[in-house]
C-alpha cells in the first residue's frame, strides 16, 4: 500500500499508509491529521485542504485541473508554486514516499 507523510503545521510528521484509489485528504481525515478541514468532503468546493507537496515526487503528481487552479485562488495560507488541494490528489502506487505539508490555516 502507498504511504503519505503528512506534516502537520506544528512540524509533527505522520507516515500513513494510503489505499490506492483514496484520495490524500481521505486519508488524512481518516487518521485524525492535524492542519485540514476538508469543509466539502473533497468536491473540490472550497479550499481548506490546501497542502504544499514537497519532495522528488512532487513532480510525479499529476497536473492540478481548472477547477482545483480556481479553488486555489481561496486559499487563506501563501499559496505557493507547490501548493494544492489534497482532496484532487488520488493515491497510486507510483505516488508511495508523496510528502505533502499543511499550512498554519486553512480558514
Not at 510528521?13 to 469543509?39: C, F, H, K
Request: charged share 20%.
Amino acid at each position: 500500500m502507498p504511504n503519505v507523510t503528512y506534516i502537520e503545521p506544528n512540524g509533527n510528521q505522520r507516515e500513513i499508509d494510503v489505499p490506492a484509489g483514496w484520495s490524500v485528504m481521505q486519508s488524512a481525515m481518516s487518521n485524525g491529521v492535524e492542519g485540514i478541514e476538508a469543509e466539502c468532503g473533497g468536491s473540490c468546493a472550497c479550499a481548506t485542504c490546501h497542502c504544499y507537496i514537497e519532495g522528488d515526487l512532487a513532480a510525479a503528481v499529476p497536473a492540478a485541473a481548472e477547477n482545483e487552479l480556481a479553488m486555489l485562488d481561496n486559499v487563506v495560507a501563501e499559496r505557493k508554486a507547490n501548493s494544492r488541494l489534497c482532496c484532487q490528489i488520488k493515491m497510486t502506487p507510483e505516488l508511495a514516499g508523496l510528502v505533502v505539508r499543511f499550512p498554519d490555516a486553512q480558514s
